[in-house]
């Protein structure tokens, strides 16, 4: 079938109803199933349930105090977790200190085993995966870990539990223990800072209760903490939603603009009925009923399509009840893409019709057409412009967390604490690294906590080729600081924000008695997490740092595997320290990657609504033109007959697409740079990426519908012109 | 002038090709006021067309001062038609949104002419047509004749050296019917070849030499 008469059947409007109601239908399901996991844990919990970080930690009396209270029917605490990593098992545990009745208050049942009791002080309840780590199929019970008795293990919890999965990896304790490895915070002994509170009756009267003995204390219902897990997720699925609805909003447009080509083509159609003796509204009604059937059929097609795709990607997404409403919803919204048309059309008198002089145009300025055309052409822009921003956003994000950083590059240190001896990594155990086949650059960063929380690390040389830290003011370190030992120094954001520095003021920082000049300005608001430094001065100054804890970021060559150095350099510490968790070897971007991939995973989804958008708008764009050449047909003509080329015509339809694209490329620019800041807050994208960066995308999206949108026009340039005058063919 | 070598037409409706001209020869030679005369159907615009350059023979040949137009590019029949020919039609074909001097000023558009000189030569060649004071009406705003008159100033604008109408007075009153003739002469007079297509005979007394067509076969002039 040609297009053109594609176009007359309007088949490209019944195609995008089609796929708006599936968009529609799908995530319509999602957020209902979003919206049904929150509840389920939450009914699976109770929702009597308040959450609380208390300003400082309590004992375990003041806790069963509040178990005396009315209000009160349960509580349970947590206090501080320290980190376990085993080079034989590749696994890191946290053992939790907790209270006796934490597994009862927080709904976890025991798999084998028994709860806490005074009888055995120091036993300990293992997650259900650290057991399956550490004695696989085995019973553990009675067995010893770190020296203490196993008196239980927790049932598994669902992963989908994202407030209670992560039980399955700790070993619950609720006698504190000394640390041993090189990061643990000496415990805050018997403090429990964050706790769980099963209200008698209304968490309201609770909450008021533990507000006042508690000023300062955070609360949150179960629910919320719920809600605040999955909240990437909803907001996701809420753009979604919104990115359908406007598909379905541009599909009303197509709906409507195919409708009115179509309905042109009638004309003398339509002028011939009148004639015969039909009233407008008979008109009107049979091009309503028309349209409305096509929508039938096309919205039909839209939700089994929808329905399928839903079984097949999220089975538990589909049948929420306002899903039974997308079809009458459907409807309702593109109804004025029919109507209209029809309305239209009814409004022709019978002489205009049979003449063909119908109420389509008479002017040369934009009709409304145009400017429907501009508005949806804009809003697929605009979609495009602020999936693009995501996306910057999301890089500038990486950019901002590891400097030049990529999947080359390891981490290697001591592990947080491990159930071996961890002896201390050293600036030394370089030697082990540097020559493993592979390894391209070992950077070392020694780091120690200084007085009132500050922490200076010392670095080698090669930080400046790793291209480490984004330097946000002044510069990096260089070499001559490295090879004539100058006392420079790079401090974080944060500190620098703290102190008033201000690099312009020659301003210097003392180390242990030692004066350094700042030189530049690090950006650490991502970055903390793993590399918690406040000053950064070369690795001539080490000595001020003798009990520092050492890491090494090691850059590899990417010739061959990337696992292959990395093993090696596992292997090598492990012959060198035998019985020792020497060191933990990690991807350095491991972490970023995993926390950026939820975003770049939601704008890969929102990239398809995109594309369906802009499929729409491209299809609106060629409908315009087909309707404007099916309008002036015989103006192109007279133009022809009077000497204009066909290029001069195709030179005609193409400003004029032109003209309606870079209206909307000005809308779009407009409404994204206004509405990007708010768009990329829902993500958490705080670093917002220049406006400007998003124009080439845009331009080469306006100019690739431009050239598609023209297409049509060339079936009227090959036309003699002739053919294109009326009543010219006798 | 314009020399038409037996030329054939023919159109595919369907599955029937349907011959509109059988091997047509004539000459049109410059000054000229040649009139068709034929009943529906037979050719006449077709014809018309043809020596327009508006479509191409199927066969045959057609020659305008010597130059074999079947090898001309399109832009280059483009170029030709908008310098030698213009063209009056039964429906006057004014774009509707054009006021009555851009309509006539429209052929100047495609040969470069500065807008202002468009303009002033538009305006004398409506007054020329006596509708100077109906210049900035839509063709909307104008009466049948008015209509007719203007698309004549259009086929005027370039001075060309071909008049081609087709039916010019079929869409219009006696009154306006003889108007449209009496201009007809009066451009003749001015030295261009006016070629009249009609079933008029009133209107195809106007020529000077008349041919006759019939089921896309050109018959001696009638006497």
């Known amino acids: 079938m040609k297009l053109a008469s594609r176009w007359d059947s309007g088949l490209l409007g019944m195609a995008a109803v089609a796929i708006a109601t599936a968009a529609i239908f799908m995530v319509l399901g999602y957020q209902g199933a979003s919206n049904r996991e929150v509840l389920e844990m939450v009914t699976r919990l109770g929702a009597n349930l308040v959450y609380v970080v208390l300003p400082d930690p309590v004992s375990l009396e003041k806790l069963k105090d509040l178990e005396r209270l009315p209000e009160i029917e349960a509580v349970t605490g947590q206090g501080s977790c320290s980190y376990f990593y085993s080079p034989a098992t590749q696994y890191t545990m946290g053992w939790q200190l907790v209270t006796p009745n934490f597994p009862d208050v927080l709904g976890i049942k025991l798999a084998f085993g028994t709860g806490f009791s005074p009888d055995v002080p120091d036993g300990v309840i293992l997650g259900w995966e650290v057991k399956e780590v550490l004695f696989g199929e085995e019973d553990p019970v009675g067995q010893k870990l770190d020296g203490r008795p196993i008196i239980g293990v927790l049932a598994l919890i669902h992963s989908d539990d994202s407030l209670r999965e992560r039980w399955n990896r700790r070993v619950l304790h609720t006698r504190s223990r000394q640390g041993r490895g090189p990061s643990e915070i000496p415990s805050n002994a018997e403090g429990f800072q964050f706790i769980y509170v099963r209200a008698a009756a209304s968490p309201i009267l609770a909450e008021e209760l533990l507000a006042e003995r508690f000023p300062g204390a955070k609360l949150f219902r179960i629910g919320e903490l719920y809600a605040f897990w999955l909240l990437p997720a909803r907001i996701l699925n809420r753009v979604l939603v919104i990115s359908a609805l406007g598909l379905l909003g541009l599909a009303t447009l197509l709906l409507a603009i195919t409708s009115l080509v179509s309905t042109y083509k009638r004309t003398r159609e339509l002028g011939i009925r009148r004639a015969a003796g039909a009233a407008p509204r008979d008109i009107l009604s049979r091009l309503v009923w028309e349209g409305g059937r096509r929508v039938g059929v096309s919205g039909g097609i839209g939700l089994i399509a929808g329905v399928v795709a839903v079984f097949l990607s999220r089975p538990a997404a589909a049948f929420w009840w306002p899903q039974a409403l997308v079809l009458p919803g459907v409807f309702l919204v593109v109804l004025p893409g029919i109507v209209f048309p029809a309305w239209w059309a009814a409004r022709i008198t019978p002489v205009e019709a049979l003449r063909r002089r119908t109420v389509f145009g008479r002017h040369r300025t934009w009709s409304g057409v145009h400017l429907l055309i501009v508005f949806s052409l804009a809003v697929g822009l605009l979609y495009s412009f602020l999936l693009n921003q995501l996306t910057l956003g999301v890089n500038s994000y990486l950019r901002l967390s590891w400097g030049k950083l990529d999947e080359r590059v390891l981490l290697v240190r001591s592990p947080k604490e491990s159930i071996l001896t961890p002896p201390m990594l050293a600036p030394e155990d370089g030697e082990l690294i540097r020559d493993v086949k592979g390894v391209e650059l070992a950077v070392p960063i020694v780091s120690q906590a200084l007085q009132r929380g500050i922490v200076a690390a010392a670095v080698g040389g090669g930080i400046v080729d790793l291209g480490f830290l984004p330097v946000i003011a002044g510069r990096l370190l260089q070499g001559d600081d490295f090879t004539e030992g100058r006392p420079v120094c790079l401090v974080s954001g944060g500190f620098a924000q703290r102190r008033g520095i201000l690099l312009e003021e020659a301003p210097m920082v003392v180390v242990r008695g030692t004066p350094f000049q700042v030189v530049g300005v690090f950006e650490d608001a991502y970055i903390r997490a793993e590399f918690p430094v406040d000053i950064l001065f070369t690795d001539r100054f080490v000595d001020l740092l003798p009990v520092g804890h050492t890491k090494f970021f090691v850059r590899l060559d990417g010739g061959t595997s990337l696992d292959v150095p990395r093993e090696e350099i596992v292997r090598r510490f492990s012959e060198r320290y035998p019985q020792q968790a020497k060191v933990e070897v990690t991807w350095a971007m491991g972490r970023q990657a995993d926390i950026v991939g939820f975003f770049r995973a939601g704008a890969r989804r929102m990239g398809l609504t995109a594309a369906a958008a802009l499929l729409l708008v491209t299809g609106q764009a060629v409908g315009l033109v087909r309707f404007l050449l099916a309008r002036r047909r015989m103006e192109y003509g007279i133009r022809r007959a009077i000497g204009a080329s066909p290029h001069r015509i195709l030179a005609t339809v193409v400003m004029e697409v032109a003209g309606i694209a870079g209206s909307a490329f000005l809308l779009a620019t407009v409404g994204g740079v206004l509405l990007s800041p708010q768009f990329l807050s829902w993500f958490f994208i705080l670093p917002q990426p220049p406006w400007w960066g998003s124009l080439p995308l845009l331009a080469a999206i306006g100019g690739i519908i431009i050239v598609i949108a023209s297409l049509p026009a060339r079936t009227v340039c090959s036309i003699p012109p002739a053919g294109l005058v009326e009543g010219s063919r006798e | ?223």
Do not use: C
């Open chain 2, 1 to 223: 002038m314009i020399e038409v070598i037996e030329v054939t037409k023919r159109y595919r409706l369907g599955r029937m090709e349907v011959a509109a001209l059988r091997g047509v020869t004539l000459e049109v030679s410059p000054g000229e006021r040649l009139t068709i005369q034929g009943p529906s159907g037979s050719g006449k615009s077709t014809l018309l067309n043809m020596i327009g350059l508006l479509d191409l023979p199927t066969s045959g040949e057609i020659r305008i001062q010597g130059k074999e137009t079947r090898k001309l590019s399109e832009l280059e029949r483009s170029r030709l038609r908008n310098r030698l020919v213009g063209f009056v039609f039964q429906r006057f074909n004014l774009i509707p949104y054009l006021s009555a001097w851009e309509n006539v000023a429209l052929p100047g558009e495609y040969a470069g002419i500065r807008r202002r000189e468009r303009r002033a030569r538009a305006l004398k060649l409506l007054k020329s047509v006596g509708l100077a004071e109906r210049a900035s009406h839509l063709p909307a705003e104008l009466s049948g004749g008015e209509e007719q008159r203007v698309a004549i100033a259009r086929a005027l604008f370039m001075r060309p050296a071909l008049v081609l109408a087709d039916e010019p007075t079929g869409n219009l009153d006696t009154e306006a019917g003889r108007r449209v003739v009496s201009l007809l002469r009066g451009i003749n007079a001015q030295g261009a070849a006016v070629v009249v297509v009609t079933h008029n005979p009133e209107v195809g007394a106007i020529g000077t030499r008349t041919l006759y067509l019939k089921d896309g076969r050109l018959h001696l002039p009638l006497e």
